[in-house]
């Protein structure tokens, strides 16, 4: 039984129920019902007698002698007798042998026609009968009820365990996370169970998805952070080594090297290098682990713009590079106004360094939606599709002998994109038929 189906139990254990209701209801009421169909068979055996009773009321012996002989002759499978006060009988059916045999057999009913006569009848049914048609009839009724029941217990053991067995299968089905049907569209407990497993499966599916994103994006996070790490100290490595020979050689006065105010100042250049290297990789781990946070304050775009051109116009000058603004003077925006200068600075810087000269440099602004667009394009320029995305990787140059030279650490375009993803900034560097296009989207006030 323990290895059975929650069918196979729920309708056997309703079919022993019936069973036994049928045989406790037999036990009580069998002795009840004989005595009902017993009764029964007495009242029409007294109707029979009735006409009799009728014919023979308050007459003599010998009106009661002749009408009892005709009420027999026309009805012989009666017995029955008559007897007055006396206790003397008047009349006796001839299968009617004795008194003593009648009251030792069957049973009889009594009829006072008067204070004079009484008629004794014999039930001949209830003195001869062995109830086996009764019986028989009973069994049947028992046997046709009891498959009526069992066929009921069939359908209610199959409607009650049909929801079960499915969601049982839906349960499986989710322990291997797998596709389910929707859950059952019922009103009532089974419904509510199901609609309860279906939303708690569906939240542990979102669950293990975002814990899945989780696992996803920490491993992107350790691969970056590895790469960063090795590129740093790749980065860091070269002016090391370069100024450790230049103090080696200025130490054992070696040619040239016995130049040693000319050589110093060379170390000391390496040595500024790196350390606005190490306080850039320091800001862009800051920035990772949330440790730079935006404060949101009004900035008028045009007054920041103007105030990082009087440090890179001199440059575009020098380089034949010639930058146009053109954003409106009224354009504010909530940003945190450090940051977005910082931002800004870099992608300027970036622009100025990778524009040829005799370039145009140009910085305006659109509006997008319910934002405002900022741009920064440098003309005449032009970047592999597959290389764009790396710009933004710690350390990533797209020509490394010139921007080894114009003392370019690679993490230019990496701080931005920390410092706009910090502020929830949307921004993109793409190509254009013009040149390359950077733009960054701000909330305007």
């Known amino acids: 039984m323990k290895k059975r189906g929650i069918f196979f139990k729920v309708f056997v254990y309703t079919t022993i129920f019936l069973i036994l209701l049928v045989c406790v209801t037999v036990a009580l009421f069998s002795q009840q019902f004989l005595s009902f169909y017993n009764t029964t068979q007495d009242q029409q055996l007294y109707n029979s007698y009735q006409a009799l009773f009728g014919q023979i009321y308050d007459k003599g012996d010998d009106d009661i002698l002749e009408a009892a002989q005709d009420f027999y002759n026309s009805n012989q499978s009666f017995s029955f007798y008559i007897k007055d006060s006396n206790e003397r009988t008047v009349f006796i059916t001839p299968n009617m042998k004795t008194d003593d045999d009648f009251n030792g057999n069957g049973r009889r009913i009594i009829i006072s026609l008067d204070s004079e006569y009484t008629i004794y009848a014999m039930n001949q049914t209830a003195e001869h009968t062995e109830y086996g048609g009764l019986i028989s009839k009973s069994l049947i009724a028992l046997i046709s009820m009891l498959m009526v029941g069992i066929i009921g217990a069939f359908a209610f053991a199959r409607q009650m365990t049909k929801p079960i067995k499915r969601l049982a299968d839906d349960t499986k089905k989710m322990t291997n996370l797998e596709d389910v049907p929707p859950a059952l569209d019922r009103a009532d407990e089974l419904g509510n169970l199901a609609r309860d497993v279906h939303s708690m499966y569906n939240k542990l599916k979102e669950t293990i998805s975002k814990l899945e994103d989780e696992i996803l994006r920490e491993r992107e996070m350790e691969e970056t952070q590895r790469y960063f790490f090795s590129a740093a100290s790749h980065e860091l490595k070269t002016p090391i080594a370069a100024t450790s020979v230049l103090l080696e050689g200025m130490l054992e006065n070696v040619g040239d090297y016995k130049d040693h105010p000319k050589y110093l100042r060379e170390c000391v250049k390496l040595m500024d290098a790196q350390t606005k ?75 100025v360094q990778n524009t040829p000269p005799g370039g145009e440099i140009r910085i305006w602004s659109e509006p997008n939606a319910d934002q405002y667009r900022l741009c920064v394009l440098n003309t005449n320029t032009h970047i592999d599709t597959e290389v764009l995305p790396k710009l933004f990787d710690p350390f990533y140059r797209v020509d490394k002998a010139r921007s080894r030279k114009n003392r370019n650490s690679g993490l230019g375009l990496t701080i931005v994109k920390k410092t706009l993803e910090a502020m929830d900034i949307d921004f993109a560097l793409t190509n254009t038929s013009e040149g390359v296009l950077f733009w960054l989207d701000l909330p305007e006030i």
């Open 277 to 351: 290297m190490i306080y850039e990789i320091l800001e862009i781990v800051s920035l990772n682990d949330g440790k730079i946070l935006p404060n949101p304050e009004k900035l008028v775009i045009r007054n920041a713009i103007d105030a990082l051109m009087l440090s890179f116009q001199p440059l575009a000058e020098a380089n034949g590079q010639n930058i146009t603004v053109n954003i409106p003077e009224d354009f504010t925006c909530l940003v945190d106004s450090k940051m977005l200068k910082k931002a800004l600075s870099n992608i300027i810087m970036n622009a």
